[in-house]
């Protein structure tokens, strides 16, 4: 599968962002998809995850009742919303897909990776 990661751009804090991550193929509905961030200087870390519909899901803590995780099969697209955005959820966000369920919160549970999209929050 082939992911393709849009969506950010510079926002003020306090404000919000929606990403999407489009998948190809015709089995998306079959992956655990997840977002990781990173940030400079930092290790990529877990954000957000959700299995297959109608989708449990999974999130960090410091991204806990201000961001929702999404997902729209029949359009091949996961999408993140982004509320009350922190100048700390300054990253490169990067989506994945795994093919059973492992480790959500970890790299390692992930088979596929999409390029990032750059997050910026001004103070």
């Known amino acids: 599968v082939q992911l393709q990661a849009s969506g950010g751009g510079l926002v003020q804090a306090g404000g919000s962002l929606r990403l999407s991550c489009a998948a190809s193929?015709?089995?998306?509905?079959?992956?655990?998809m997840g977002w990781f961030r990173q940030a400079p200087g930092k290790e990529r870390e877990f954000v957000a995850a959700?299995?297959?519909?109608?989708?449990?899901?999974y999130y960090a803590d410091s991204v806990k009742g201000r961001f929702t995780i999404s997902r729209d099969n029949a359009k091949n697209t996961m999408y993140l919303q982004m509320n009350s955005l922190k100048p700390e959820d300054t990253a490169v966000y990067y989506c994945?897909?795994?093919?059973?369920?492992?480790?959500?919160?970890?790299?390692?549970?992930?088979?596929?990776w999409g390029q990032g999209t750059l997050v910026t929050v001004s103070s």
């Open positions: 959700i299995t297959w519909s109608p989708g449990r899901t």
């Open positions: 994945a897909a795994a093919v059973s369920f492992r480790s959500v919160d970890l790299r390692s549970g992930y088979d596929y």
């Open positions: 193929g015709r089995t998306f509905s079959r992956y655990i």
